[in-house]
């Protein structure tokens, strides 16, 4: 890696990401610039953290000034390839490169990456724990939270990297990874509320063609595994040359599939049973789906059928993707403040059989609220705290849809909403905060959001 000695590099955003980026080109001998809308106070220690690295920084509203004169240029995830600057730049021929093309283009192991709406981190995670139950040595990174760059140093032909990857870091790729998992893709991203971005996709057009990276450069040794229940991940068929694998809920045909809540994988002519619903930790036929794609992408590097059943048996999930946080009073307090779309709400009143307060609400993602308001209306919801921008979109909802249960609003704390919850709440209900929005109005993120839950339940 001795071609980014001596290059002046000016990284776009101090995301973690970027931090990371920071961190890699100095042990590479770059001599390193950071480039970030905030002020030196407003990032505080990170400042005098990366101070202690770099050449120097361009900060506040001209941050993006005269890139043209840095050898390369790195752009954070969340910030838009639209902006003037940054359009101005590629057209007098200047690339923009990423955190994510930079490590596709330098790991030397094969990778398998994992993209969709929701589900992306379970299913990578669980990937990685299959791989390890297997004695492989793995590296999981991506849009889970873990940035990857500064660690390709490490990693080794005989390893396996297993990377979550958002539309944001796909979509101007310009490699695939040889596993390419596409789990269900509805739409994301079509407003941007963090303060912190810029980013955000036009139409769902956009934020499907940003995914579609993850096969197009795919070779035809390569895998592309697809959700058959799914046109939006099925139409990623026509875009690659790639070994096709399908997963199915309800489709025995597939080469893993769902029935009577148990996961089955066809090899051959012989059919492999990995689980049922019983069998393992997580809620939701959802989670079914996850360990059945799962199941593919590991016997795609040839792991055996122990280590898939062992692991995904003993897995427990992520934190704030429905997590189990409390039994208060015989009441089960749940946590997926991860669920920002619709979609992702939906399939958790899906996952519980007992009677339901639901907490959503929050800030703009460009989502439309009928289908969650037509789930609401027909399973047991009992009471609906409907909180934040949403709140009166999410109301209108359920209410057009025949929704007759209690519902408050008003709400402005998450004392409040925790409060107005263990009051309406009986033995044998089941607290479930699954926002379906975006958390900006509120809360800096869903993982505050989810904390500040789990720590209010606590204190009951």
Known sequence: MQQFKGKTVAILGLSVEGIDSVHFFHSQGARVWCCDRRTKEELGDTYGELALLVAGFQLGKGYLERLERFDMVVRTPGMSLRLPELV????????????????FALCPAPIIGVTGTKGKGTTSTL?????????KTVWLGGN?????????????????????????QLED????????VVLKTTQEHLANQDTLASNFHESREAYVEAKKSIVRYQKRNDVAILNADDPTSTSFATETPARIEYFSRNKQTMDAYVADHTVYVHEGKEVQKICSA????????????????ASLAARAVHVSWNAIVK????????????????TFNDVLYINDSFSTVPETAIAAIESFTEPIILIAGGSEKGSDFTQLGKAIASHQVK???????????IVKAVKDAGYTGRIITGARSMHEIVSFASHEATAGNVVL??????????????????????????LL
């Open 173 to 180: 790729c310009r490699q695939s990874p040889h596993i390419a």
């Open 127 to 135: 990937i990685a724990q299959i791989l390890e139950e297997d004695g």
């Open 311 to 326: 692991a995904a048996t003993a897995f427990e999930g992520l934190e704030h993707r429905l997590e189990t946080v409390k």
């Open 278 to 293: 019983s069998e393992i930790k997580l809620r939701g036929v959802h989670n079914l789906d996850n360990i059945a794609v």
């Open 144 to 168: 889970v939270g873990t940035p990857v760059l500064s660690r390709v140093r490490n990693i080794k032909q005989s390893d396996t990297v297993v990377l979550e990857l958002s539309s944001f």
């Open 383 to 393: 009471v609906l705290i409907a909180v934040g921008l949403m709140t009166g979109r």
């Open 433 to 458: 905060l699954s926002p379906a929005c975006a958390s900006f109005d509120m809360f800096k993120n869903y993982k505050e959001r989810g904390k500040l839950f789990k720590h209010e339940v606590s």
């Open 88 to 103: 101005s730049l590629r057209k007098n021929g200047k690339e923009i490169t990423s955190q994510t093309k930079l490590f």
